[in-house]
């Protein structure tokens, strides 16, 4: 099975010769997979080296003269180095594009903490209008990048990660799927997590919802979901801790409820060890979750 991201690059670069209004703007990341785009492309696909805040600013540019642009770079180059950018060039322009990110939390633990972002989505959080989505396997993130392509001039981040479920969800109408119900409780599981959250509560009398799109926040089947179970909600994210507390608290604002946040937590881990030790560090491997989660609906 191929990568989220390789399936960005074969997708995208698909695109690029199907639609004469999309631009990818790349900061070295994934150049030599897009090369054969560029050659074909040269005044749509631009590399303009390591220097993350002008990739920023060139896609807002480009958006401001009526093309749809693609940025892409790991997740900490993207959103947390060049904020300033995408704050100003894009919000506060009025303008729409599609930053297409790779790295996830801690995907290349080898990469060190400067090629982490697990604050990635909560820092988008703190700006207006930008929807979010969080495929948890490549038969995702090809049927929401497309759709991303696609959606005239809205600001959409697309998460993409190492990390992956087992099988592809069907995505529908991006709002929060029930895959198994139950009554003891609400989980939320996000993106890759999805089948470690399936694992873990295996046998429990729980309902889980599955959320690839988490930008807008599905409040409406989290109400409905509640309104058959018990208001106990575990929200399980691949990225910081809480990140979605208080978008589940605005959804449930008329209910007594309560909330777990399970995620990446804030704390450094500097023995970088592999992606499933970070799992497991951050508590999100299967045997753990079971155990934070159990403990809390008791």
Same mark, same amino acid.
């Given at each position: 099975?191929?990568?989220?991201?390789?399936?960005?690059?074969?997708?995208?670069?698909?695109?690029?010769?199907?639609?004469?209004?999309?631009? &990818?703007?790349?900061?070295? =990341?994934?150049?030599?997979?897009?090369?054969?785009?560029?050659?074909?492309?040269?005044?749509?696909?631009?590399?303009?080296?390591?220097?993350?805040?002008?990739?920023?600013?060139?896609?807002?540019?480009?958006?401001?003269?009526?093309?749809?642009?693609? &940025?892409?770079?790991?997740?900490?180059?993207?959103?947390?180095?060049?904020?300033?950018?995408?704050?100003? !060039?894009?919000?506060?322009?009025?303008?729409?594009?599609?930053?297409?990110?790779?790295?996830?939390?801690?995907?290349?633990?080898?990469?060190?903490?400067?090629?982490?972002?697990?604050?990635?989505?909560?820092?988008? !959080?703190?700006?207006?209008?930008?929807?979010?989505?969080?495929?948890?396997?490549?038969?995702?993130?090809?049927?929401?990048?497309?759709?991303?392509?696609?959606?005239?001039?809205?600001?959409?981040?697309?998460?993409?990660?190492?990390?992956?479920?087992?099988?592809?969800?069907?995505?529908?109408?991006?709002?929060?799927?029930?895959?198994?119900?139950?009554?003891?409780?609400?989980?939320?599981?996000?993106?890759?997590?999805?089948?470690?959250?399936?694992?873990?509560?295996?046998?429990?009398?729980?309902?889980?919802?599955?959320?690839?799109?988490?930008?807008?926040?599905?409040?409406?089947?989290?109400?409905?979901?509640?309104?058959?179970?018990?208001? !106990?909600?575990?929200?399980?994210?691949?990225?910081?801790?809480?990140?979605?507390?208080?978008?589940?608290?605005?959804?449930?604002?008329?209910?007594?409820?309560?909330?777990?946040?399970?995620?990446?937590?804030?704390?450094?881990?500097?023995?970088?060890?592999?992606?499933?030790?970070?799992?497991?560090?951050?508590?999100?491997?299967?045997?753990?979750?079971?155990?934070? =989660?159990?403990?809390?609906?008791?």
């Amino acid at each position: 099975m191929d990568t989220m991201r390789e399936r960005f690059i074969s997708v995208t670069s698909r695109l690029l010769d199907e639609d004469p209004r999309l631009a &990818l703007v790349l900061a070295e =990341i994934s150049m030599d997979g897009f090369r054969p785009a560029l050659e074909r492309h040269p005044d749509r696909v631009i590399n303009v080296g390591i220097r993350e805040q002008l990739l920023v600013g060139v896609g807002g540019g480009l958006a401001l003269t009526g093309m749809r642009p693609v &940025l892409h770079t790991f997740a900490s180059f993207l959103v947390e180095r060049p904020f300033e950018q995408v704050k100003l !060039d894009f919000g506060h322009q009025g303008t729409g594009g599609v930053l297409v990110s790779a790295g996830a939390s801690y995907d290349w633990p080898a990469g060190g903490f400067t090629h982490m972002a697990p604050g990635d989505v909560a820092l988008l !959080d703190t700006l207006d209008g930008w929807t979010v989505h969080v495929p948890g396997h490549p038969d995702e993130a090809e049927a929401l990048l497309r759709h991303a392509y696609a959606a005239g001039d809205d600001r959409v981040y697309v998460r993409l990660s190492q990390q992956s479920n087992a099988a592809p969800r069907p995505l529908g109408d991006l709002s929060f799927q029930t895959v198994r119900e139950g009554r003891a409780g609400v989980v939320v599981a996000v993106g890759p997590l999805l089948d470690n959250v399936l694992a873990a509560t295996e046998g429990l009398d729980v309902t889980v919802l599955y959320a690839a799109t988490v930008r807008p926040f599905d409040g409406a089947a989290l109400r409905a979901a509640t309104g058959r179970a018990a208001a !106990d909600v575990v929200l399980v994210e691949p990225y910081l801790a809480g990140t979605s507390a208080a978008a589940a608290g605005r959804a449930l604002a008329e209910v007594p409820h309560r909330v777990l946040a399970l995620g990446v937590g804030r704390a450094e881990l500097r023995r970088y060890g592999t992606l499933d030790e970070h799992t497991a560090a951050h508590g999100l491997d299967a045997g753990s979750l079971r155990q934070r =989660i159990t403990a809390f609906l008791r």
